[in-house]
Structures are given as C-alpha cells and as structure tokens.
C-alpha cells in the first residue's frame, strides 16, 4: 500500500465484480488510552482475484458520498490457510506466509461461512490457478497425444531453469544441438538473448512435461547457434516414443533470470531418427499468428554397437528400451577407479574447417582418496613422532641443558603424536558418517577437524574428437583450495616466512659460511642412507657372483663398492661429522656416564632380514659392542680394515695368484661363497654401526640447534604436515587419473618417467595481499615439498587401485630441511594389461620422482592492491624460481627426446616456448596472465601433471580451467576464432563448473561481485548472470 496506494484503491473501487466478500472478524491492533492491544475487529472483507482487501465497514465503500481507501491488502501468494486450534475464538482460521512468524488471524460468524472463506481463499493464489491451468492441460494432452495450447510464458517473467541439473556420468545413446534461425527482435528491436529449454514426456507412463536440460544463452543473435548438446537415453537404452518439447526464451535480465517466451516446437525421437541425415527444421510455434522463426535439431548416435537401422526400427509410442550391460562412457569409466560422482558435459564446436565440428565433453569429478590418503600420512607421522622419541631416548643421560632440551623435544613429539592420533580418528569418523561425498565443500575450511584433507578436490577433464578423426584427445586439469593450514595461527605469516625466520637462527658451519649445520645434517644423513643402501645392494650382488663363480663380475662389483666406500669415509670426515660427534661424546663425558648411549642404540639397530630365499644373513654372528664409548677414529678405522679385508679376499680369488684356492674353487664352486660372506657380513655389520653413530651424532646436533624453541618448531611442524597432507593428496590424484589412461602405454611417457620422472606444475590466482599472502607462502613451502615424494607403480589386485604411502629412508632437506620427517613413497596400482607392458625397470619398483613447480599470478582486486600500495616480490621470485627448475627439467630432457612440439626449432618449437616463458617471468607487468598459459602449455608438451587453485579452488579456479580449455581447443584443434569468446561464456555458464559452485555453496553462482569484475582481466571475467555475493 505504501508505492501503490492509488492503483489498489482504483481497483477495488471500480471493480464491478468480486470473488467474494462480507464481514469477517480480524485480529488487529486496537488503539488504547494507555497502550495499544491486539482484538478481534469486524472488517469487510472483499477478495479479488489474489488480492484481500479489508475496510472499516461496508457503508465506506458502498455509497459515492462515503467511499474511502481500504485500509490494507493482503496479497495472498506463498501462504497457506490453516484452520485455528487454540480456542482465542470460534471458527477462526489462519493465514500463515512463508518466512513470516505471525500468522493473520480471522474469524467467521459460522463454521459454514468459515469454510466457504477457506475454499475461496485457497484458490486465490495465482500459483494455485497456474497448477489447475497445467494439470487440464496435460489430461488434454494425454488423451490427444498434442499439446491444447502452447502457453506463452508472461512477458519479464522469471524461470529459475538453473535449479535443474542433467548430472550424467556417461555418454547418452543419442545427442542432439540445436540451431535457431530468424528469431524475432525483443521489445527494443534489437536481437533476442536466445536460451532453449528442454523438456520431456513418455506417455502413458508419464503424464506431465519433465524437465530434462537447456542450452547456454546466446546474446543479441537471430541465428543463434547453441554449443552445449543434449543427450538422451543411458546405460539401459533409449526410448525412441520419447517426445521432446523446445521452448525457446529471450532472456531479458541474466542476473535476475528474467525472461519472455519466444516460441515453442515438439517432436518425438522417432521422427528425429527417421529424417533425413538426422536433421529436423521446426516452425516455433506463438500465441499469436506472429512468425517465431524456426529450430533446426541435428542428431548423432554415440553407441557404436547400437545402428541408426535397429533404432529406425523401433515402434514410436512403444516402450521399447533396449537394456545394455555396461557404460556407454568412452573416457569416464577409466575414471571410476579413481574418483567419485562423476559429471559430464557436451559440446559441438565450430572449426575453422566448415566441413568439421569439434566434439567436446568435460568430465568433473572428486578424488576418492580425498580422505584416504590424509588418514594414511598422518598414521606414517604417528611412526615418524615415536621413532625420534626412541631416538631421543637412545641418546642417553646428558647434562643439565641438553638433557632439558631433549626432553622438552621428547614431550612435544609425544604430544604431537596423541594430537595427530585424535585427528586420524576423527577424519575416519566424518569420512564414515558421509557416505557418497568425497570431497571438503570450500565452506568447511575452518573445521578444525577437516583441517588435513584438501579443499574441493577435482579432476577436471576434457575429451575432444572432430568429425574428420578417428581418435580422441584427453586432456586433464585437477583443481583444488589453497595447500593451507586455515584453521591455525598466521600473525607471523605463513610457512616460507616463519621457516626462514627459524633457520635465520641456526648456526652457520664455519667451512662454508653459507649453509646452516641443520643443512648440512640433513644433507649428510641422506647421503649415508644412499650410500649405506647402494652398498648392500652391491653386497648381494657380490655374493651372487660369487654363487655363480663369475670372476670377472666380482671384479666389477669390488670395484664399484670401493668407490662407494670412498665417499662414506670422507663424509664420516667432514668437518660438520667431526664437530657433532665431539660435541655429542663431550656432553656424554660430562654426563658422568660409563656406558655410550649411541652403543646402545645400536642394539636396537633394526636386523634387515628380507629376502628368505638367500642363502646367508647379513646378521648371522651377535656383534660384541664395548659397555664404553668407542672414539669416532676408532669405529671409522673398524670400518675401513673390514673393507680392506674383503677386498684382500677378492684378490685373492683371482686365478693365478692363490693356485691352492684355485684348484679347490674348480672342485667346489660353493669355495667362492665360503671365502667372500664372511668378509661381506663383517664389512656390513661395520657399516650399519659407523651409519648409526653418525646418525645419532646428527640427530643430537639439530636438537640442539633448536634449544629455546622447541614449541615453535614443533607448531610450524604440524602446520607443515597439513599443508603437506593437502598436497601430496592432490598429487596423487592428478598422477592417478594417468595411470588409467592409454598415455601409460606411449614408449616416449613411459621411458620419460624412467629418466627424467615427472612434471607436476601448480598454477596459482592467489594474491600478495591481506590473508592469501600467507596462503601463497603455505603453498609455496608444500608444493616444495612435493619433491620429497616419488612413486612405485605395483600390479592392481582384485580392482583394488587404492594408492598405499610409506616411508622412505631420506629426511628431508634443500632450502627447508627437517629432522623429524622422511620422504614418502606412494605404491601406485595400475591395471593388469597396463602393468604387463612397462619396462622391467618400473615393473621391478624403480621410483619415479617429481619435480614440482608453482607459477602463480593475482587477478583480483586484492592482487590490484598488492601492486600499488605492497608488494608482488614474493610472487616474482617464485615464478623466476619456478622457471629455473622446469628450465633444468627441460635440459634433462631434451638429453633423452626429441622436441615434441616441432622439430625444425620454429616459433611452435618447445625451445622456442621456453624463452617466451623466460620472457614473461622476467617481465614485470600487471596481472601478466601470459606467464601462466605459457607455462601450462610447456608442462603439457613436457606430458606434465597440471593443477590449478585459488583460495577455495571454485571460483577464480573455475574461470582459469574453462579458458585453458578454449585455449587448448583453439591452439590444438583449429577451434574457430568467432566462436572463442561463445564458447568461453558457454563453458562457464553451462558446463561442469557450476556444478562445482553448488556442491560447494548450494548455489550455482560464482562468489563474484560487480565490484571485483572490474579489476579481473577480461578472460577471466565471469559471464553476467552467473556471480553474485555468495557466502564460501
């Protein structure tokens, strides 16, 4: 009443007819001397169509000289009429709204009067009448088999068609696209903003018009051409008697989703199979005799054991659904192995070729390893937190302070193990308790609970095909959040910044003056883990010659081993080793003990014993240890003399100088074994001892490197292992989507990951400003970190591709190194046939590493802020960093390949795009985007794994994947350029992508606002109608 008093008095007043009218008692607020009350009041009551109007009494409105405005309406939509249970007064009923606390409250003199009220005021609603119209309209259409009356849509009506879904996960047995021709101008006479709905209706079984999918929307165009196709049928078949309906909308406003009809056409599948070169043109049909313009319907068949013969033949009006065994998906089957809730999406693209289109379906599904594979590392950090406590507690009595120190350090591994524990535990629960979602929603980044499974986890993938080639291209995107820690503490910053804030701290060694001591452990307790392991596996192979009574081959092997043994006797000299064993025995003197600890820790000294089927045992005599500390000469010259002992042995062996032996070796062969394993078993067990005390002399070095902080190293720990759990997670998942592929089976692939291993580049949006600072700087340290990480492809068992992480022998080092943690190994399963035909090097459990890098560039507004009032440094020098490393990769593998992009070295060569990428990074420029479709293109030529993320891996995400992909069609599949920007648009407002914003946020909006669309560079931007301000 308070914008349109005048027009509702106007109709009530001239309306010469009403539904019904009288009086009625009214429950309203009632003027007193003191304060208002609320009473029963009589009202006339009249009702117009939806509208209630009630007046002080019927003398204001019945005669000229006293009419008067009513004194309110009541517009009767989204409500129901409810008959009153409280006894407040006799035949009352209520007038209950939506959204609304209180009801209206209303009364009549009888219970009949009451009840022919509530009869009329249920049929009022303009909903109501809508629901009767539709319901005779479709018992018409049932009994003719015709639509009565093509109902035109209200001119500026709002249809929400974005609530509905088509969430296949196959290909359909039958897809169609749909083309408009001479479709009328708008109000404006200006080209329509065309969008075709699609319904559909099996009689007898159905009897209503079914929702069944629509088209993108094609701005100001007569002709439009839509480029999403529409499937029909399943894994069960299809039913040709299925009649279809095109209702065809200009969309007025595509944020509100206003729109008016244009016209509608309908046919039955069958027709469409029986037109020639399956193609039908329809005449739309109006309200009026206006001319609607027509729809043409194209169609293809995706099954190749179903024939256009065996579908023609089919009776239309029949329910003759064909059933089927299996999936029709050509490329979503090889990715149930992996991942959950698989959606899918097609596309029929224009070519620069007229006489070719592009065949495009995207793919979108969630990792099923999304909670599995955090639940295994965080059992592997249980095992690594009570190993160093077993450490700690071999390292014996020391002096007051060290002892403090280690103690301290020993109660937090505790604690972190029992924290990491309850955490297990609970992401376990809440993996149990949602049965069929596999992924975090971008809204559940502050559970603390959830804080070590990845955000919105996703495969992306696109499959092409064009009408002039037989084969498809697949191409895969994982998208995910921010390798974050959201749920901890960052007024220090994140974990670059904190972590080089700690290793500012560490005392520098006084060779090199550059590195810390904490460095050059690390460094050197992985050399001795790889040295220590090269030398066994040649001890086997030692005593195999000697099995085998191959001379020449013990020779070798002698050879390569006094090599090896070189390099551990001059690390077990180092000046660092020296250093950490003196500061370690000293502090074991002054602890006034008389038995070493590090003797004893050698007791628990694991006894490698694998391998039953070999004939001796490394560890078959008990080794006698002092009950006294040993000095470090001692044990290194214990070392070297059982090593010249077993070199003495091998030259004895050699024919010609021992002629004793030699005659005894040509009677028995076992002579051979009988002189060299003794010698083997002595030098090994030397080794394992010198390994443990220069581990235990590291190790007690680094722990008094962070004396005073141990708190803080242990807080910026847990932190780094959950960004570290999201990463190695995403990491899986992308690697795991290629091993279903038929790229496991390329010579070139496969000899890449034997070589050279493989590129994993993440692509970033985040910005250098306010919070995503510190999420860029968490993400720098774990994608870091990723290198730490390698694989072992194994043989699937039983369909079982659950991928299993262990632990490796490596701590971790390079420019963040730690103690506390070792590298992980993640046992890949892959299919049978796959599997059959790798090199026997992978097949045997060669591990294939992963070199990783991250190039990321702002594109919000926030980005806009950090480039005029802070600063993009960070962001420079982990792109320049970033090139570094895939420059190093490229080199290593141009050592081994050809250019796979052009062998002349033009402008298309991958040489040629490594200087465009070391241009771009080197360029300083706003928002230079160029930086990132560079790089994404060279990992791809490189056969790379690529992942995209922002904050919640949805929205900024979403816009860089779906322009990947045009790029990838336009530069790869000769996509045409005037349908560039349409297909970017299409992709975004029908594709998988919004799907991904409602499994997230429940709505299909990206989080955009006007605002922040001014500041995204104009590839990125989201198409009008499609963002909004929505909670993530």
């Known amino acids: 009443m308070r914008f349109n008093s005048k027009e509702l008095a106007l109709v009530v007043q001239q309306a010469l007819k009403y539904d019904k009218e009288g009086y009625l008692l009214m429950k309203d607020k009632q003027e007193g001397f003191f304060k208002k009350s609320e009473a029963y009041i009589s009202r006339f009551i009249r009702l ?109 009506s709002s249809v929400d068609f974005e609530t509905h879904s088509d969430n296949a996960s196959q290909d359909p047995v039958l897809e169609i696209s749909l083309a408009c021709a001479a479709l009328p101008n708008d ?68 944020m509100t989703g206003t729109m008016s009809q244009i016209g509608q056409a309908s046919f039955t599948l069958h027709d469409l199979l029986k037109s020639p070169d399956l193609t039908l043109s329809l005449k739309l049909k109006t309200l009026g005799s206006k001319d609607g313009g027509e729809i043409t319907v194209t169609a293809w068949i995706n099954d190749e054991r179903i024939s256009l013969v065996q579908l023609q033949a089919q009776m239309s009006g029949a329910y003759s659904k064909r059933p089927r065994a299996v999936s029709l998906g050509r490329h979503s089957h090889n990715l149930q192995s992996h991942f959950n809730d698989i959606i899918k999406r097609s596309f029929r693209f224009a070519t620069n070729n007229e006489r070719a289109m592009l065949q495009v379906s995207e793919y979108m599904a969630e990792s099923k390893w999304t909670f599995e594979l955090p639940i295994q590392l965080l059992r592997l950090w249980v095992k690594e937190e009570k190993n160093m406590i077993s450490i700690l507690q071999n390292l014996g009595e020391l002096p007051f302070d060290e002892n403090f120190t280690k103690k301290e350090t020993s109660d937090y591994c505790m604690s972190v193990s029992n924290s990491i524990s309850g955490v297990t535990n609970s992401v376990s629960d809440v993996s149990n308790s949602i049965l069929g979602v596999s992924f975090k929603r971008s809204s559940d980044k502050g559970k603390q609970e959830l804080e070590f499974i990845p955000i919105n986890l996703h495969i992306e993938r696109m499959v092409v095909s064009s009408d002039l080639s037989t084969s498809d291209k697949l191409y895969d995107i994982t998208t995910v959040g921010a390798f974050s820690a959201h749920c901890r503490d960052t007024k220090n910053g994140g974990l670059k910044r904190v972590l080089s804030q700690l290793h500012s701290g560490y005392s520098t060694d006084d060779t090199t003056q550059q590195c810390s001591k904490v460095h050059l452990a690390c460094r050197f307790l992985n050399e001795i883990a790889g040295l220590t392991a ?19 081959a013990v020779k070798t092997v002698a050879a390569n081993m006094k090599e090896k043994f070189t390099n551990i006797n001059s690390l077990c000299a180092e000046p660092l080793v020296m250093s950490a064993s003196e500061l370690y025995l000293s502090a074991k003197r002054n602890a006034n003990t008389s038995e070493g600890a590090d003797s004893a820790s050698l007791r628990n000294m694991p006894d490698d014993r694998t391998g039953s089927e070999q004939s001796w045992r490394l560890f078959g005599s008990n080794l006698v240890k002092s009950p006294t500390m040993e000095p470090w000469e001692v044990t290194r010259l214990n070392l070297e003399a059982a090593f010249v002992c077993l070199v003495s042995v091998v030259e004895e062996l050699n024919v010609g100088q021992n002629p004793d032996l030699s005659q005894r070796m040509e009677q028995n ?198 480039e005029k009032f802070g600063s993009t ?36 060569s991958l040489s040629h795009m490594m200087k465009m990428l070391q241009n771009n990074v080197m360029t300083k420029k706003s928002k230079n985007v160029e930086v990132l479709h560079v790089a994404a293109e060279v990992t791809r030529a490189l056969n790379g794994l690529r992942v995209t993320y922002c904050k919640s891996g949805k929205d900024r995400t979403s816009m860089a994947v779906t322009l990947e992909m045009v790029h990838i069609l336009q530069r790869h599949h000769n996509l045409a350029s005037h349908v560039f920007m349409q297909s970017l648009d299409c992709l975004r407002s029908v594709g998988c992508r919004r799907e991904n914003t409602y499994k997230n946020t429940g709505v299909k909006k990206y989080a955009f606002i006007s605002l922040q669309m001014l500041y995204i560079p104009k590839l990125y931007k989201a198409p009008s109608g499609t963002y909004g301000n929505v909670q993530t």
């Open 534 to 552: 090269e030398l066994k596996r040649l001890s086997d192979q030692l005593v195999k010659s000697a099995e085998a009574g191959q001379v020449n």
């Open 669 to 866: 062969d076992s002579v051979w074994l009988n002189e060299i394993k003794p010698a083997v078993t002595k030098m090994l067990s030397f080794l394992y001892i010198v390994c443990a005390r220069l581990s235990l002399f590291l190790t007690f070095l680094c722990i008094m490197e962070n004396k005073g902080q141990v708190k803080h190293v242990h807080d910026v720990k847990i932190k780094r292992d959950i960004v570290n759990a999201h990463a190695i997670t995403t990491l899986v998942s992308t690697f795991a989507a290629v091993t279903q592929t038929e790229q496991m089976l390329d010579p070139v692939f496969v000899k890449q990951m034997c070589t050279v291993g493989v590129l994993c580049q993440m692509e970033g949006l985040l910005s250098c400003y306010g919070g995503e600072l510190c999420m860029l700087e968490d993400t720098i340290v774990a994608v870091d970190d990723l290198k730490h990480v390698s694989f072992r492809l194994v043989c699937a068992e039983n369909d079982n591709y659950m991928p299993k992480a262990s632990l490796g022998d490596f701590v971790r080092e390079g420019l963040h190194p730690d103690i506390y943690r070792h590298n992980i190994i993640i046992d890949m399963p892959v299919p049978g046939d796959i599997f059959s035909h790798l090199p026997r090097e992978l097949q045997s459990g060669r591990a294939i590493s992963v070199t990783p890098v991250i190039f990321n560039i702002g594109i919000n507004e926030q980005a806009t802020l950090a």
């Open 48 to 156: 117009k169509g939806n509208l209630l109007f009630y007046f002080k009494s019927k003398e204001s409105v019945s005669h000229a000289s006293f009419k008067s405005d009513p004194l309110g309406v009541i517009v009767l939509e989204r409500c129901a009429v409810e008959l009153a249970v409280d006894d407040e007064t006799e035949n009352g009923f209520l007038l209950v709204f939506e959204g609304e606390d209180q009801p209206i409250r209303l009364a009549a003199s009888s219970e009949d009067l009451r009840d022919a009220w509530i009869q009329a005021l249920h049929i009022a609603s303009h909903e109501c009448l809508k629901m009767q119209l539709q319901s005779l309209r479709e018992q018409l259409q049932t009994r003719t088999g015709s639509d009565p009356v093509h109902l035109m849509t209200e001119p500026d």
């Open 187 to 254: 109000s404006s006479d200006l080209p329509p903003n065309g969008l075709v709905v699609v319904h559909t209706m099996l009689p007898p079984q159905q009897q209503m018009w079914m929702h069944h999918n629509h088209t993108e929307i094609v701005e100001k165009n007569n002709c439009p051409q839509f480029l999403k196709t529409i499937g029909f049928g399943d894994k069960f078949g299809i039913d040709t008697s299925t009649r279809v309906r095109l209702t065809v909308y200009h969309v007025v406003e595509r």
């Open 873 to 908: 440094a960070l962001q420079e020098k982990m792109n320049i960093d970033s090139f570094a490393k895939v420059y190093e990769y490229y080199m290593l593998y141009s050592k081994h390949f050809e250019d796979p992009l052009d062998k002349c070295h033009g402008r298309g």
